[in-house]
């Protein structure tokens, strides 16, 4: 079994903790450009024909720790604030746009929003289950969250079979649709936040510097100091297939269990519904609680 890493504070703890920087004033052209790439998104949903267009997205399909998170978003497209569509004028994919800009867009997407879905899976669930069924399944629930009746709902890039509501796969949605751009910025900073988190927990992975992904770096801490709680084990990681065919030796069998995850509050495929104009606490409810499934309960 490889080792795991201590659970204990760190230096590294202050500097998880620390809230991004303001996002830098963008030069004219720069902020133009971008403008115009949100006046798009926004175009294609009206094309749609319907108020209101649902989009869910997910972010941490493809890093090597930490959860899977899926978000939907409901925007009604003839009630939506002239200084929210403003706002939104950033609006994009969210691996487009730097950590600050993202931030920036958070509050603003929850506000703007009609509904909000947050859905998440644990490393218990996607090591027990597969990467893709967990990911289909959450993108799926987070849509049947926030639909309503006469919605148009979209999903970023796959079709999702048992899912209740009608819908469509929209390749490279998240550079598409508005709906499927501002699920795309939820899911990121809300999964993004619970690394910047772990590393205070879990020092030694750089976890609020990779956020779960692999790195040169965290291949190298893997290979030294084994895997935590937090890391995926199973082979149907995609992360960890690309990773053993780039001829980096893992610790151990990453096919077994591994050692149980921290016990606590299983936010296995629980979502969280907001309806009104302050949803942020709901958003991120049990934050520290979505690696808390233990490996043999999956």
């Keep these: ?40 998104l926004f175009s294609y949903d009206r094309s749609l024909g319907s108020r209101y267009v649902a989009g869910a997205d997910e972010a941490g399909r493809g890093s090597l720790a930490g959860p899977l998170v899926a978000a939907g978003v409901l925007l009604d497209h003839e009630t939506l604030a002239r200084r929210d569509r403003i706002a939104l004028g950033l609006l994009n994919d969210s691996k487009m746009l730097s950590r600050e800009e993202r ?12 509904r909000v879905a947050v859905d998440v899976r644990c490393v218990g669930g996607i090591d027990s289950r597969g990467l893709h069924v967990s990911n289909i399944a959450a993108l799926a629930r987070c849509l049947e969250r926030v639909s309503i009746e006469g919605a148009i709902c ?26 499927i751009a501002a699920a795309s910025i939820i899911a990121k900073v809300t999964r993004d936040r619970y690394m910047h988190r772990a590393e205070g927990t879990y020092p030694g992975w750089d976890f609020a510097g990779n956020v779960g992904y ?9 290979r030294d100091v084994g895997i935590s709680v937090l890391h995926r084990r199973s082979f149907n990681s995609i992360a960890y297939s690309q990773l053993a065919l780039g001829g980096e030796p893992m610790p151990g069998d990453l096919g077994e269990a ?7 509050q299983d936010s296995e495929g629980v979502a969280d519904v907001l309806v009104g104009r ?11 609680h979505v690696e808390a499934k233990r490996a043999d309960a999956a």
Excluded: N
Excluded at 4 to 26: D, I, K, N, V
Excluded at 103 to 109: A, D, G
Excluded at 214 to 222: K, L, Q, V
Excluded at 281 to 288: M, S
């Design 1 to 40: 079994m490889p080792p795991t890493g201590p659970q204990t504070g760190s230096e590294s703890s202050s500097r998880a903790a620390a809230p991004p920087a303001a996002p830098r004033a963008l030069p004219k052209a720069v902020g133009k450009r971008r403008r115009r790439r949100a006046s798009r």
């Design 103 to 114: 931030e920036q867009l958070y509050p603003v997407v929850l506000r703007a929003a009609r």
């Design 214 to 222: 692999s790195t040169p770096e965290h291949r190298a801490a893997i």
């Design 154 to 179: 979209l999903s970023d890039g796959f079709r999702l079979p048992g899912c209740r509501v009608e819908h469509q796969a929209v390749i490279d949605g998240d550079k598409t649709s508005a709906a």
């Design 258 to 264: 591994g050692p149980a995850e921290p016990a606590g």
């Design 278 to 288: 302050d949803p942020a606490v709901a958003v991120e409810q049990h934050p520290d």
